[in-house]
């Protein structure tokens, strides 16, 4: 059967990203689901001469893969800007190895999803019920260190590697659709909906 591949930054993402997937495939009332994503180390990883290429071959390599989905942290630049730098190396290699390529970006850093998301993640765990979720409704986009945020309002602070799948369990993707213009750029790539289709979904 036809396999999406991810590409993620780090061991938190790994973990989080199949849950996310299948949470947003849930909400769509498509069987969208990913297994085991490629880590990569970030961005920096992919853009230099020769880091794409990589990725994109062991992606490839993976059996039935017809589409690989680069989602890393962007905390810097501008998400345009950015992919156009390797738009002609993208064009290459999906002829190279007859595949889609598509790049999508946490701005700034995937925690900037869970702010957004916290009044959700909040209703759903009754230790997290008394959380300021004010922050939801802010440009958590433009927050520069999310993660220590993030840490600094949780009771027991916050860890990728322990934390960052369980939250992503807890999150409401319709509300967080609304909110938030990187995540809705993920799930275009994802679900290979255009935005007409998923804003009926809503």
Not at 19 to 47: D, N, Q, Y
Request: proline share 3%.
């Amino acid at each position: 059967m036809p396999e999406t591949v991810l590409v993620v930054e780090g061991q938190g993402d790994v973990a989080a990203f199949p849950h996310l997937v299948g949470k947003i495939g849930a909400w769509l009332g498509m069987p969208l689901f990913v297994t085991k994503p490629i880590r990569c180390g970030g961005w920096g990883s992919i853009r230099k001469p020769g880091g794409l290429e990589r990725w994109t071959t062991l992606a490839a390599s993976r059996e039935d893969c017809t589409r690989v989905v680069f989602v890393v942290d962007l905390d810097d630049g501008c998400p345009v800007e950015e992919r156009a730098i390797i738009l002609e190396r993208v064009a290459a290699l999906e002829a190279l190895h007859g595949i889609e390529i598509l790049i999508a970006f946490c701005i700034r850093e995937y925690e900037s999803w869970l702010l957004y998301s916290l009044d959700k993640i909040s209703e759903n765990d009754a230790s997290l019920s008394d959380l300021d979720t004010s922050c939801c409704h802010m440009n958590n986009s433009a927050i520069r260190d999310a993660k220590g945020k993030l840490r600094a309002l949780l009771p027991d602070g916050y860890s990728e590697s322990s934390d960052q799948h369980l939250l992503t369990k807890m999150i409401d993707i319709k509300s967080l659709y609304e909110r938030c213009r990187s995540f809705k750029k993920f799930v275009k790539c994802v679900s290979s909906l255009d935005y007409d289709t998923l804003e009926a979904a809503l």
